[in-house]
């Protein structure tokens, strides 16, 4: 009875034991898959946090800001691939049919970094790019990012790209779209590109404020006139980050080359801006972004420039200073006379010039998009001349506003909050005050929100623009509900009002033009605008002008001439003209 109870109770404990271990396998097995699960979702939601594309420059003399780019991407730890595309900077894509250049299949590094040759391999199977080492391994807009690569994801592969400088966007929409199709994952694309050049730190801070925005906000329509090195570059990161849902972004940095170099004024520059984007929300301010629109002086084509340009080509006039048009929303000029297409070359002496109809080609090369035609060359007998004037800037596609004897609201410009309104008052026949007070009170009233914008065509040439009459016009204008107004036709450039808070520029000056008696007649203002919002930045940007060439005044005159304005200038703070910039509020 001892020994079956002995029995009873091993089989007992056995049984027991064996339970214990029964549980603790499915506890265990429950725990290790549980685990497993927690850890893939964990996994998979990181992953939808991925940075997935971005921008960085390649000047070593901001080498703080590439710093700072690779910092952030390498709190990313899934990014094992990364696409560098840049601009093709000597154009030896020329030479290859402007096909996309990477390196040989064969490569299988660039300065210890890994290529990625089975993806390249892919890549090429469905692109036809040209291969070369030389070009790739010669160009510091790959070279000068893969040292930070090798240093922050030392075990990331490569492809190397460089994008020709004819490279069209439905190319670079097309790229955009085949790496999304054939990258993994745990893809990066990263543009290396450097933004405004060879200009003012002024106009460059000008410039970005345009592309930054296109970039940003990703309008496709705006990547062919942004001021940068690699526009399609620019297009396939933010392409390709939209087709992957990264539609936010962090900013990492916006500097100008003048920054590092202890605020030094320079005459050239080049600016850096750089961003990530990313499928996880950032926390970040919303920011404005601005339209840019910049008003030049009149534009006169006639007589003595009809020889220069048969001398020396159309594109003549702008040949020093067609970097600083690009890169703008919307560049306005007054055509100081018709185009007609069947053109008879006049006298030195005619007053009532007509140009060629192969202006158009010298506006739409200049990136002159909005001709103002309110100028005092045009009567009554000449409405024809007019209408086909108008018939001619519709073929090409250019915008204009204005009518030279009318005050129409079906002559004003509008685009989203910027409104244009471009009258003629030169002679009695033209608008009188009561219909310019009626039209401006009128769109005034539609555009609560509206920044109204007076070009005014006024005065005698070579005469003080600024004299009672005209000035209490101006004050009528801002009264009844102007923001702005920008005065032509003196060769002269005039002073700057401040009136109600408002600004009044009584002269820009020529912008192009065959008269240069005088030093002042060598001289015009070119005014830049960001509208924000809420807000207005006004920019100052003086020219000189050479043999009918206008062109940026450099550090030395620039200061010189800003000084004289200020000084005529006297309800405007100097501090403001010096600065080149004023703020609207």
Known sequence: ?????????????????????????????????????????????????????????????????????????????????????????????????????????????????????????????????????????????????????KSYFPEAKIIPFLIPLRFSFDDAKNLAEKLNKILPDNSFVLASVDWSHYLPKNVADFHDAK????????????????????????????????????????????????????????????????????RQKINHEIKDYPKTVLFLGNINLDSKFKRLIDKNGLLYPIKNIRNFLRGIDIVVANLEGSIISDNVFKSNISVEPNFDFEVLDLLSYAKINLISLINDHIVDKNKNIFFQTRELLNKRQINYFGDPTNCREEDVYQNGRIIIIGLNVSFSINCSKEQIITLIKNIRDRNNNGFIIILVHWGKEYEKANNVNLRKLAHLMIDNGADLVIGLDSYFVGEIERY?????????????????????????????????????????????????????????????????????????????????????N
Request: neutral net charge; glycine residues 2%.
């Open 211 to 278: 592309s930054i925005r296109v970039f940003l906000n990703f309008e496709e329509q705006n990547f062919s006139n942004i001021e940068v090195d690699c526009p399609q570059c620019l297009y396939v990161s933010r392409y390709f980050a939209k087709l992957r849902n990264a539609n936010d972004y962090i900013e990492i940095d916006h500097k100008n080359s003048q920054d590092f170099l202890n605020n030094r004024i320079l005459d050239i520059t080049t600016s850096y801006y750089s961003a990530i984007f990313s």
């Open 1 to 149: 009875m001892n020994f079956f109870s002995k029995e009873k109770k091993v089989f007992t404990f056995s049984i027991v034991l064996l339970s214990v271990f029964f549980w603790f396998f499915i506890l265990n097995n429950y725990l290790f898959f549980n685990k497993f699960s927690n850890q893939d979702k964990f996994l998979k939601q990181q992953r939808q946090q991925n940075y997935i594309s971005g921008v960085v420059n390649h000047h070593l003399i901001a080498e703080s800001i590439i710093e700072k780019f690779f910092i952030e991407l390498a709190k990313d730890v899934f990014i094992q691939k990364i696409i560098l595309i840049g601009p093709d900077h000597f154009n030896i894509a020329a030479v290859y049919g402007n096909k996309i250049i990477t390196v040989n299949t064969s490569t299988t590094d660039l300065r210890k970094v890994s290529v990625d040759n089975q993806l390249l391999d892919t890549l090429t199977r469905m692109n036809d790019f040209a291969f070369s080492d030389y070009a790739i391994k010669n160009d510091h807009g790959i070279m000068n990012i893969l040292p930070f690569i």
């Open 500 to 584: 109600k808070n408002k600004l009044i520029f009584y002269s820009l000056g020529s912008f192009i033009s065959d008269q240069y008696f005088s030093q002042k007649d060598q001289e015009s203002l070119a005014v830049g605008l960001e509208i924000f919002n809420n807000r207005v930045i006004i920019r100052l940007f003086p020219l000189g002008i050479k043999e009918g060439q206008p062109y940026l005044l450099d550090n030395e005159r620039r200061i010189k001439f800003l000084k004289i304005l200020s000084l005529k200038s006297l309800t405007v703070i100097k501090d403001e003209i010096a600065d080149e910039i004023i703020i609207d």
